[in-house]
């Protein structure tokens, strides 16, 4: 069976998937290619990094654990959440008090 190249639609869509079982975050980007048999019926293929893969809404697997309860969602937000964690924290906050602490005498 030949496929018309011409007659291939082909969108691209990127989703972000966080793990509920062990935490694992990823991100993925897909190309949607809409084609049609050659009944006329329509369907569609899933191509990441040059594979086909199953449509990540059907039952997306966790790579880390396998688990199957896994949160889609929209991209960039695996990634937003990696650099804030990665944010530098701030270090204690010292007041004049604090440092005068051992100087001061208790009254007595």
């Given at each position: 069976?030949?496929?018309?190249?011409s007659?291939?639609?082909?969108?691209?869509?990127?989703?972000s998937?966080?793990c509920?079982?062990?935490?694992?975050g990823?991100?993925?980007?897909?190309?949607?290619?809409?084609?049609?048999d050659?009944?006329?019926?329509?369907?569609?293929?899933?191509?990441?990094?040059?594979r086909?893969?199953?449509?990540p809404?059907?039952?997306p697997?966790?790579?880390?654990c396998?688990?199957?309860?896994?949160?889609?969602?929209?991209?960039?937000?695996v990634s937003?959440?990696r650099?804030?964690?990665?944010?530098?924290?701030?270090?204690?906050?010292?007041?004049?008090?604090?440092?005068?602490?051992?100087?001061?005498?208790r009254?007595?």
């Amino acid at each position: 069976m030949s496929q018309d190249a011409s007659r291939i639609a082909v969108v691209h869509e990127s989703y972000s998937f966080a793990c509920m079982r062990c935490g694992h975050g990823w991100e993925q980007s897909y190309a949607i290619e809409h084609h049609t048999d050659a009944g006329g019926r329509e369907f569609v293929r899933y191509v990441a990094e040059g594979r086909v893969v199953p449509s990540p809404l059907s039952r997306p697997a966790c790579a880390n654990c396998d688990g199957h309860l896994v949160r889609i969602m929209r991209p960039g937000r695996v990634s937003s959440a990696r650099d804030a964690s990665r944010a530098r924290r701030p270090g204690p906050h010292w007041q004049l008090s604090h440092l005068l602490h051992p100087f001061q005498r208790r009254a007595g």
